[in-house]
């Protein structure tokens, strides 16, 4: 397992103890070392089962079982002393990649994040959200049975934990947090005016995105949406990566789950919240409107946002300071409030 290790992440210096996303390690090399593994010991793993056995020892532990383990759908992502943990919702791929994020927020809680059923590529995805926040609670209520619950949420994610939040506190069961960032309703459910600035500026970017290519690369840029938008509707897209990869690897799992999360994003309609919406907002490169408060504000108690640099996805991939920043001041003011 240690030559595996050593050959997928071109590293020498190997424990059994060392965390592979801290050597690294991604969805693509995940991919390639589920493949090495199936080679050497003729032995088929979900790629997702590096979020629950992060180590060489764990994985030589997991691969030693006659049958795979069921693991819940909740990985660490950072450790923490206090008791009272913080729990990280995904975006549309279902997966559950905010390690970076989690190390860069200074507190001492735990930091740990939901994983969707389907990842594995064992079990169907859901298609609706408020299956997939039942299923996390009846995961949260064996992992913490009493509250008060810490809950963000990231694109896609933050309906999840909006539903979530909703059900707990319906149940008596104290939220103490609840950070949306960058989530929105899907636009059907928008009123008309914002949902009708919403879908021009989406084509007006898309008219530019495809002026600013050659001839060909604006007709593959134009056939990629048409992919898309097809793969939504439940055509599936069998191409090259998804014939050649494994069932079990995260290049076939993800788009299963999106595919789903798109279906689960159209049918859900949020409820109004009485408690706190904490909401944190990508400054740039966003099909969504300006003020999440025209949206939000109706559908929340209290409502309060702030704006970090970056666009949609590098606030949670690259440029991760700033959101880091604002979500330990959130946390801060949650558990010792003034």
């Not at 080679?39 to 030589?60: E, G, K, M, N, Y």
């Not at 810490?150 to 104290?174: C, H, N, V, W």
Request: aromatic residues 10%; proline residues 6%; neutral net charge.
């Amino acid at each position: 397992m240690t030559e595996i290790w050593q050959r997928v992440l071109r590293r020498n210096d190997i424990g059994p103890e060392d965390e592979f996303h801290d050597l690294g390690g991604n969805d693509r090399l995940a991919d390639k070392l589920f493949a090495e593994i199936a080679r050497v010991f003729d032995r088929q793993l979900p790629s997702a089962t590096i979020c629950h056995a992060t180590t060489i020892a764990a994985l030589a532990a997991v691969l030693e079982q006659p049958a795979l383990p069921i693991f819940p759908p909740i990985a660490k992502l950072k450790a923490g002393s206090e008791r009272t943990p913080v729990f990280i919702a995904h975006g549309l791929d279902g997966r559950a990649r905010f390690e970076e994020l989690a190390h860069n927020i200074r507190t001492e809680h735990a930091i740990y994040g939901f994983q969707a059923k389907g990842v594995d590529g064992l079990e169907e995805p859901f298609e609706r959200i408020e299956e997939m926040a039942e299923y996390y609670l009846d995961a949260l209520a064996k992992f913490q049975p009493v509250g008060p619950y810490l809950l963000i949420g990231y694109s896609f994610g933050g309906l999840i934990t909006l539903e979530m939040a909703q059900r707990l506190a319906e149940a008596g069961k104290p939220v103490a947090l609840l950070v949306l960032i960058d989530a929105y309703p899907h636009p059907r459910y928008l009123t008309l005016g914002p949902r009708l600035r919403l879908m021009a500026r989406r084509v007006w970017r898309h008219i530019s995105e495809m002026a600013e290519r050659p001839a060909r690369a604006a007709f593959a840029y134009f056939m990629k949406g048409i992919k898309h938008r097809l793969r939504i509707a439940g055509v599936r897209n069998h191409d090259a990566v998804h014939r050649e990869a494994s069932p079990l690897s995260y290049a076939h799992t993800t788009l299963r789950v999106r595919d789903s999360a798109y279906r689960a994003y159209g049918r859900y309609r949020p409820r109004f919240y009485r408690g706190r919406i904490s909401f944190v907002r990508a400054q740039s490169g966003s099909y969504f409107p300006d003020d999440p408060a025209s949206i939000w504000g109706k559908l929340a108690g209290e409502f309060e946002v702030e704006t970090v640099p970056g666009d949609h996805l590098d606030i949670v991939t690259s440029g991760f300071d700033h959101l880091a920043a604002v979500l330990t001041d959130y946390l801060h003011r949650a558990w010792q409030p003034e």
